[in-house]
């Protein structure tokens, strides 16, 4: 399924990262899909196994995102972060999503940061540090294999 090509948030740029994702025209490493979300590994992830939820809906913004999108991407966020947490043995997991550049939102597409956390290990900068496409592919197969075991 393709994002929405008559979206009707007049902020919305369809050339933004996540839409080209979402058209096929950019490269990512998927761990799960459905008909209204895609969740990725993040490039520059703050720490191992960053996954971010994207819905196919084009919003910028999570105040254009309709209600039935939205409800999609809690749902498939909740679902993907067990995985991740699982994958990645971590005690913790944050999840953050950004509204504006204020905010530190850096691709104008609603998306959600699925992030492990262990206490002793410090986050890096958001956006910051390019991945090795390798490693997160291993990560990525790792959560791909926890989605079973936890009913995905």
Known sequence: MQATTDATDPTYD???AFARILRGE????RVYEDDATIAIMDIMPQADG?????PREAAAEIFALSEESAA?????????????????????VMIAQFNGSAAGQTVPHVHFHIVPRH???PLKPHAGIPADTTRLRELADRII????????
């Open 72 to 92: 999609a991407c809690i749902r498939t966020t909740k679902r993907v972060a067990a995985a991740v947490k699982a994958a990645m043995q971590a005690p913790g």
């Open 119 to 121: 206490a002793d290990i």
């Open 14 to 16: 369809g050339q933004n």
């Open 145 to 152: 294999a926890a989605l079973p075991a936890i009913g995905a």
């Open 26 to 29: 950019l490269p990512s490493i």
């Open 50 to 54: 960053h996954v971010l939820v994207i």
